[in-house]
């Protein structure tokens, strides 16, 4: 896993379709849901970096069986100064490229840290559907990002409430993740 790659293209806008078709039955059932409990809650990470959780995307109903935790990082391109709030809001647009691909459960919207990069830290079901739908989004990602920006990390046996009130649990399944830029450095 991790291979750091995007899927080719017909399989990525294969993928990408259903997701968006998902979407639909998803919302016509009032299944996504946008708690605000973490609102403005900070995330501090390993490589020294922090941000803040500016939105929450939950699909009610989802029991995970193979719970997993996927990491996503990237840098918009040409996007500076007051031009990072109009992207906050705008991108509610994108949950449609998310939502309902197999295996997802939630997601964490964070803000831009103090290197521009912004990041979503996603509860899973399924490994292997992580690791499809971020090879899947790298397509649309690169659309709008600096494509060597782009990288994601997914963690086996996690759930992402339990990885960031107890960030120490991957330090024996992941010891290279001292300076990670995808490692919690400190509960929450």
């Not at 090879?135 to 649309?140: D, E, G, I």
Request: aromatic share 12%; proline share 7%.
């Amino acid at each position: 896993m991790n291979e750091q790659s995007p899927l080719p293209w017909p399989v990525a806008a294969a993928a990408e379709l259903r997701c968006a078709a998902n979407t639909v039955g998803l919302l016509l059932h009032r299944r996504i849901q946008l708690p605000s409990d973490n609102f403005g809650r900070q995330v501090h990470f390993a490589n020294g970096t922090s941000a803040r959780v500016y939105r929450e995307t939950v699909v009610e109903g989802i029991e995970s069986r193979d719970a997993c935790v996927l990491l996503v990082e990237f840098r918009l391109r040409f996007v500076r100064s007051w031009w990072h709030d109009i992207f906050r809001r705008e991108s509610l647009l994108n949950t449609p490229l998310f939502v309902g691909f197999p295996g997802f459960v939630s997601k964490l919207w964070l803000a831009h840290d103090e290197r521009a990069v912004y990041r979503g830290i996603y509860d899973w079901d399924g490994p292997g559907q992580a690791e499809h739908y971020a090879r899947s989004l790298w397509h649309v990602l690169a659309l709008g990002c600096e494509p060597t920006s782009i990288h994601y990390r997914v963690l086996p046996g996690l759930r992402r409430d339990q990885l960031l009130a107890e960030p120490t649990l991957i330090d024996a399944t992941a010891p290279e993740a001292a300076n990670a830029w995808w490692r919690p450095a400190a509960p929450w």
